[in-house]
């Protein structure tokens, strides 16, 4: 039940995009077409779990028992880094055409502040291992979720009358601040 909770709410309550705020580049730089927005999606879950898995045995394998715990954070950007240039280099072979279509954002997942984000927190929240990897899946699954959300709107909105001033940004940060609100009503189901 534990686990089902940590799952839930890292979907739902905690989403790093809705809750945190954290991973708002790549959210609205790459929101525009359902496509790229599942695309992107998936590369950040599986950097996500795989990141949570690689920083949890490096972080009490090496750095607790040896007292190198300062270290953290330069051994959990290391880990991003390297995570995001395979999957970039996966994608570039596999899919020209979507390595095109993310482009930029692709290579910042690697400073994308919501996998370190991730990372941290599993430390700070003293998660074991299977937890912290409930934890970075459940994590992906709710930037997906909130991306494809978020890209699924904005593609509605390319049909809607919406007002001169508040077409582009404007009106991308006021459907995300919705967003944010309407993924609120979640926290009163798991603490």
């Known amino acids: 039940m534990e686990l089902l909770a940590i799952f839930i709410s890292a979907i739902l309550i905690n989403n790093f995009v809705l809750h945190y705020f954290l991973g708002i580049c790549p ?4 929101s525009k077409k359902i496509d790229s927005a599942v695309s992107m ?3 950040v879950t ?3 779990t795989i990141t949570a898995v690689v920083s949890w045995i490096i972080n009490h394998w090496i750095l607790i028992p ?7 954070i330069v051994s959990f950007i290391l880990v991003i880094a390297s995570l995001v240039q395979l999957v970039e280099m996966f994608i570039r072979k596999a899919s020209p055409p979507l390595y095109q279509a993310l482009g930029i954002y692709l290579p910042l997942i690697t400073t994308n502040c919501a ?4 990372a941290l927190l ?3 929240k003293e998660y074991k291992f299977l937890e912290t990897v409930i934890f970075g899946f459940g994590s992906g699954i709710g930037f997906t979720l909130a991306i494809v959300l978020m890209a699924g709107i904005r593609e ?3 049909l809607a009358d919406v007002p001169e001033p508040l077409k582009g940004a404007g009106i991308s940060l006021i459907v995300a601040g919705i967003m944010a609100l309407a ?4 926290s009163g189901m798991i603490k």
């Not at 040896?66 to 270290?71: A, G």
């Not at 996998?115 to 991730?118: A, E, K, W």
């Open 46 to 48: 599986f950097v996500m």
């Open 41 to 43: 999606g998936l590369a």
């Open 27 to 30: 959210f609205l730089g790459v």
């Open 115 to 118: 996998i370190m984000g991730l």
């Open 183 to 186: 993924f609120t009503g979640f």
């Open 66 to 72: 040896k007292k190198l715990e300062y270290l953290q």
């Open 156 to 158: 509605q909105l390319e």
């Open 122 to 124: 599993a430390v700070l």
